[in-house]
């Protein structure tokens, strides 16, 4: 059973930056495969960032590319999503996900919101105009 706990959240100004932090525990075979998500009341849940472990290769949603940066500290057992050059449209709220039982870089980071198998309870970020 994989445990993930984000944090970090918060109120900015747009411009501004955040980094938000998601602890895990449990099993390492579950960490192949890690990524944030973001949601927006009444609206579908979005992938923003996500990475496959074992190779190190990431993946970013169009909407972020070049501002949000998704890395993980192996020692802290500690997923990161720094964000940067915040816009109002980023305001949600910011779920990390884990998937399990994944063998490449493609399974990993074409998968969409259904197919991740553990999920933390969610960090709110609100950036305003």
């Known amino acids: 059973q994989e445990q993930l706990v984000e944090s970090g959240g918060g109120s900015v100004q747009a411009g501004g930056s955040l980094r938000l932090s998601c602890r895990y525990s449990g099993d390492s075979y579950f960490r192949y495969c890690m990524s944030w998500f973001r949601q927006v009341p009444g609206k579908e849940r979005e992938r923003v960032a996500a990475?496959?472990?074992?190779?190190?290769?990431?993946h970013y949603s169009d909407s972020v590319k070049g501002r949000f940066a998704i890395s993980r500290d192996l020692d802290a057992y500690t997923l990161y999503l720094q964000m940067n050059a915040l816009k109002p449209e980023d305001t949600a709220m910011y779920y990390c996900?884990?998937?399990?039982?994944?063998?490449?870089?493609?399974?990993?980071?074409?998968?969409?919101?259904?197919?991740?198998?553990?999920w933390g309870q969610g960090t709110q970020v609100t950036v305003s105009a």
């Open positions: 996900a884990v998937a399990a039982g994944v063998g490449s870089s493609v399974e990993c980071l074409t998968r969409g919101p259904d197919d991740w198998n553990y």
């Open positions: 990475m496959y472990t074992r190779s190190g290769t990431t």
